[in-house]
């Protein structure tokens, strides 16, 4: 019975799927996401990786997130 209702969901999901035909060289986002929206987007996948990686989210104080800024260098 699981195995049907997994079917049916992933039927219905086929039925929605969009596919936009693009070259492979296009770096153009059709849809770029930006300012409040973005961190709002950001915020959510980040506390989604951490809850299906299962583990807790880090409670250290911002000033001491591990990260560097590396001035001038695009990556």
Sequence with gaps: MEDAGRRARA???RGKMVLRR???SDD???EPV????AL?????LTRESWSLAGLEEPAYPRHQIP?????GRLT
């Design 11 to 13: 039927e219905s999901r």
């Design 22 to 24: 693009t070259r492979l």
């Design 28 to 30: 153009t986002d059709p």
């Design 34 to 37: 930006r300012g409040e929206e």
């Design 40 to 44: 709002s987007l950001v915020t959510r």
């Design 67 to 71: 990260c560097r800024s590396v001035p």
